[in-house]
């Protein structure tokens, strides 16, 4: 958008439009971990090593290991940063980096619980704005509610403490949540009070099918199994804003479904974006933590890691059987979210087919009609038309 | 330049402006990137700009060694364009540059 009255300078969203006229930077967006620890305790969550860890706090990148990758992050061109954790908040640091970020101007991201949001942190993000907008997990509307999924004490005041403290303060927000039997009755509740934050500008996201634990503990992905809902239940609730769920799905199926091969990266990852993990290794993105896939920072650079090594782990070629004979043909690729992160989660393999998303997947296409009762995805070969048909249609679910 | 837009623009010729400490000038793949650093540079919180071809070449000359007048001779010079041509888009540019607090005259 060009400014009224002036030819020469021009604003710019970065939301909206690519603003890189001929050659995109090496490094677009970057997440870092700043930790895996986390001051709830919630039972679906897949990165939540106990806050006190001294292990884990013992092994985290030091600060200035951050500044360094930041620096060079802003040196290949990275626009905005994105801090998540664990619960980022934890680390004593943290203002020291995020004022390091936003002075090499970085756009900073920050994923919170809110709960560690203080007086002087607020103050902070009011005078010098991350200019992403804070995106804060509320986990329910009523203390019971909240703290029998945080099993934290105390987390729910904490909590509705820091989002007051930025209100006040006006620095942007947007709160999401996590789908859970204690908070479920209360939706309702969180979206009208959702809807009078005034950087809203959607109705809030949730996470509803949960990922495994991202370091494969077993204990944790047991609890997580359990809590798992079933594919039809999830389905339900997603698409409880019919016209505007059907209006989305085919709009994403006409773009982004088809059988991909035995390539195993169809999506982005690694391309002009990375992740870092709490101890230094980089990542095509957050999930994907398989030994082959990642890149150790101590030992090399960001540009070395995103020019060299990861252009390699994306020629990466399915070799599973199972994965060739269902999901390399299968046409609910996009619509079904397996990929090498969620495989690695649940299997410690790339490309081991993961049952869940499977039906959640078969599931979703039985309720588009996509499919029929007994149909498996990849033994459809008219896919085209349907996709077609179903997007062009006036369309409806079951 | 008329008198009035001077007096409206607070812009002078003869004074010396520099990027403001509250942005962050970057060059990312040829393409300039202001980035605010504090609240109240744009109109929205997450806004950055940038400058076409004309207005880089200013900026890039608003080092707070130069007055502007001997930005604009150099502009005139490069552009191979008289002065009384340039003078009215440079003190715009400027002007509004300051009026964002993106640059700041040297006192």
Redesign the interface.
């Known amino acids: 958008m060009v ?1 009224q ?11 909206k439009a690519s ?7 090496t490094l677009s967006d970057l997440d870092i971990e700043l930790t895996e620890r986390c001051n709830n305790n919630c039972v679906h969550c897949c990165i939540n090593l106990p806050a006190d860890d001294p292990v884990a706090k013992k092994r985290e990148i030091p600060t200035e290991g951050i500044k360094h990758i930041l620096k060079e992050a ?1 040196s290949l ?1 990275c ?1 905005t940063v994105r801090f998540t954790g664990g619960e980022p908040l934890l680390r004593d640091d943290f203002e020291e980096l995020y004022l390091c970020a ?6 900073v991201l920050l994923f919170t619980n809110a709960t560690r949001i203080t007086p002087s942190l607020a103050e902070l993000l ?4 991350p ?3 804070i995106e804060i997990t509320v986990y329910g509307m009523k203390r019971t509610s909240y703290e029998t999924i945080t099993r934290a004490p105390g987390s729910f005041e904490a909590a509705w403490l820091g989002i007051n403290l930025l209100l006040e303060k006006k620095v ?1 927000f947007v709160v999401k949540s996590a789908l859970l039997p204690p908070n479920r009755e209360e939706v309702e509740e969180f979206e009208a009070w959702a809807s009078t934050i005034p950087w809203m500008d959607d109705p809030p996201s949730y996470s509803i099918f949960f990922d495994l634990h991202s370091r494969r503990d077993e204990n944790k992905n047991r609890a997580i199994r359990n809590i798992r809902p079933a594919p039809q239940e999830g389905l339900r609730f997603l698409a409880r804003r019919k016209a505007t769920y059907l209006k989305e799905m085919k709009k994403f199926c006409s773009r982004f479904m088809g059988p991909t091969g035995d390539k195993l990266f169809s999506c982005g990852a690694g391309i002009g974006g990375a992740s870092v993990d709490s101890y230094g290794q980089l990542q095509l993105c957050m999930d994907l933590r398989h030994p082959d896939t990642v890149y150790d920072l101590e030992k090399g650079s960001l540009k070395e890691a995103i020019s060299h090594f990861f252009p390699g782990v994306r020629e990466t070629k399915a070799t599973h059987p199972d994965y060739l004979l269902r999901c390399a043909r299968c046409f609910l690729k996009g619509l079904c979210e397996q990929c090498p992160g969620k495989s690695w989660m649940e299997h410690g393999t790339l490309d081991t087919p993961v049952e869940y998303l499977c039906e959640i997947a078969h599931a979703q296409a039985r309720q588009l009609r996509l499919l029929e009762e007994k149909e498996m995805a990849w033994e459809v070969e008219d896919w085209r038309e349907r996709i077609r048909k179903f997007s062009e249609g006036k369309g409806d679910e079951r | 330049m008329s008198a009035e837009l001077q007096m409206e623009a607070k812009v002078s010729l003869d004074k010396l402006y520099v990027p403001s400490e509250d942005v962050v000038a970057r060059e990312i793949e040829g393409e300039l990137i202001i980035v605010p650093l504090v609240a109240g540079i744009g109109d929205m919180e997450d806004e950055l700009y940038t400058m076409n071809e004309t207005g880089k070449a200013i900026w890039d000359r608003l080092d707070g060694k130069k007055k502007l007048k001997d930005v604009l001779g150099e502009l005139s010079v490069e552009f191979e364009a008289p002065e009384e041509e340039i003078e009215q888009d440079l003190i715009g540019l400027v002007n509004e540059l300051v009026r964002r607090r993106i640059l700041v005259e040297v006192v």
């Open positions: 400014e009255g002036n030819p020469y300078i021009v604003r710019l969203s970065s939301e603003f890189w006229k001929t050659v995109k930077p802003a061109g626009l936003r002075k090499l101007g970085l756009k009011s005078r010098i704005p200019l992403e907008k942007p």
